[in-house]
């Protein structure tokens, strides 16, 4: 495994000979519910994006999440399409390997790497139709197992094989990680049964006092 991504980060350094992006970007982390209120239980989408870019060569970035809630990757999709001919942008295979990614409490690494003259385009176009069309560079789906809070990490964790590589040249991180707070609550009926149970458990302390 380590062999793979040696060798990814050896064909990103073929490409990106030019140095280090005059502009700089940042990873973008975004929830398809809000971050601060996942429902136990629940599946929810991370989207891993870039800030100002929406043309690249390849990616290698680390995903990390931590804190005392606990969640279970159950998916990934690519988002990033490519085009080698004008016209067509479809889908590509990439890599998610959770095994790959420096030490962590859970982490997974995402990654593409595809020569001149294709691009990867995050900007959801496609004609392939895809099954999540939309912007970013890849997602990922996790399913909340625990209440509490926590904390997604995402960019180079890792500095011997991530990056970004633009048309011509690496695309500088800055900052290089990108953190987003979350945290995992009942679910709305959940949290609303525990209420009308105190409710009700109060009214009888009340009505006992009183009798």
């Known amino acids: 495994m380590q062999k793979r991504w040696c060798l990814v980060a050896a064909l990103c350094l073929g490409i990106g000979l030019g140095g280090a992006s005059a502009s700089a970007t ?3 982390l975004s929830t398809d519910v809000p971050a601060m ?7 929810f989408t991370l989207t891993v994006d870039l800030d100002d870019v929406d043309e690249i060569r390849a990616y290698t970035l680390d995903v990390a999440w931590s804190g005392v809630a606990t969640l279970d990757l159950v998916g990934a999709a690519q988002l990033a399409c490519g085009q080698s001919i004008p016209g067509t942008c479809t889908a590509l295979p990439f890599t998610v390997d959770p095994l790959g990614a420096p ?3 859970a982490t997974a690494r995402a990654g593409l ?8 385009f995050l900007d959801g176009r496609t004609n392939d139709p895809a099954v999540d069309p939309r912007q970013g560079l890849f997602s ?7 209440l509490g809070t926590g904390t997604f990490d995402a960019g180079i964790l890792d500095l011997r094989v991530d990056g970004v590589i ?3 040249d690496f695309v500088a991180l800055d900052p290089a990680v990108t953190t987003v707070s979350f945290e995992v609550v009942p679910e709305p009926g959940t949290a609303q049964l525990v209420l009308f149970t105190a409710a009700a458990a109060a009214l009888a302390r009340r009505r006992g006092r009183a009798a």
Do not use: K, N
């Open 26 to 28: 940042q990873v973008t």
């Open 37 to 43: 209120a996942i429902p136990l239980g629940a599946e």
């Open 103 to 105: 030490p962590a409490p």
């Open 113 to 120: 790497l595809i020569l001149p003259p294709t691009s990867l």
């Open 140 to 146: 990922l789906t996790f399913r909340a197992l625990t």
């Open 166 to 168: 633009g048309i011509d």
